[in-house]
């Protein structure tokens, strides 16, 4: 595994459990995982394709994957259905 991917991976296994700490949501944790690897990826690419160096941790766009982590919880979290009891 290249070095830039491990930074990134933990973003996208350590973020979208922190909503579900917070708030109960999202109770699919496996689909938040899914999606914000998948999130995690689009935002490497898309900041090496703009050039963007914010948030940059040698080639690893920590701050843009983090955001779209945490875009990807909060995605699951609402296309949950809600339980009424």
Known sequence: ?????IPLALVALGVP???????GRPRS????????AAAVAL???????????LGVLGDAQLLLA???ALVAAFAVSVAEPRHRG
Do not use: F, N
């Open 17 to 23: 459990p922190a909503p579900r700490a917070a708030l």
């Open 1 to 5: 595994m290249p070095p830039a991917l």
């Open 29 to 36: 944790l496996g689909a938040a995982w899914v999606l914000a």
């Open 66 to 68: 983090a955001i779209a």
């Open 43 to 53: 935002a490497q690419a898309a900041g090496e394709i703009s050039g963007s160096r």
